[in-house]
T-cell receptor, first 115, second 110 residues
């Protein structure tokens, strides 16, 4: 089946630094990628949707200047948390979908801890 | 009204029991429906697609009721390994929009 690779799996960083998370589709072309955030004991919250070659569409309440999303190729999307603060500590997950495909394929998630 | 609503649970059931979850949705234009399971601090994994005609996979049965705008998941003969959070997921807007339910937590007890 389709595989989505996400890394790093976990990252600890100091407050004020930027963190980049990568999401790669390994055996299909991901025309659309989704980025989610999940706080402990809460549900997945969609942050943004990105289509290859286009600007990402952010959900209400998600700061686009803080969470930079790049989807420059059909196999790679990146999420950069800029100037991370402790409140940004969360579990970030990406998912990918190929053109005209219904199924979503998820990365394994990144646990971000900001000290 | 939320786009997708699920009872968060937890549903605590003994091994061997039958348990059912519902998920209601408000967007009648929703096109595709799925159930995912998510284990703690892991990514969601697709469990099954949901159709009006019903979909059965072993102990799991999923059903879509478009008239009443809900989907259901039935688990028979519950196993300890079924303990997880079950998420309903809807696609709409030409599959561009993906909406997750908040999930229903199931705990199967020995």
């Amino acid at each position: 089946g389709a595989v989505v690779s996400q890394h790093p799996s976990w990252v600890i960083c100091k407050s004020g630094t930027s963190v980049k998370i990568e999401c790669r589709s390994l055996d299909f072309q991901a025309t659309t990628m989704f980025w989610y955030r999940q706080f402990p004991k809460q549900s997945l919250m969609l942050m943004a949707t990105s289509n290859e070659g286009s600007k990402a569409t952010y959900e209400q309440g998600v700061e686009k200047d803080k969470f930079l999303i790049n989807h420059a190729s059909l196999t790679l999307s990146t999420l950069t948390v800029t100037s991370a603060h402790p409140e940004d500590s969360s579990f970030y997950i990406c998912s990918a979908r190929e053109a005209r495909g219904e199924k979503l394929f998820f990365g394994s998630g990144t646990q971000l801890s900001v000290l | 009204r939320k786009e997708v609503e699920q009872d968060p649970g937890p549903f605590n059931v003994p091994e061997g029991a039958t348990v059912a979850f519902n998920c209601t949705y408000s967007n009648s234009a929703s096109q595709s429906f799925f159930w995912y399971r998510q284990d703690c601090r892991k990514e969601p994994k697709l469990l099954m697609s949901v159709y009006s005609s019903g979909n059965e996979d072993g102990r799991f049965t999923a059903q879509l009721n478009r008239a009443s705008q809900y989907i259901s998941l039935l688990i028979r003969d519950s196993k300890l390994s079924d303990s997880a959070t079950y998420l309903c997921v809807l696609h709409s807007g030409g599959y561009q929009k993906v909406t997750f339910g908040t999930g229903t937590k199931l705990q199967v007890i020995p």
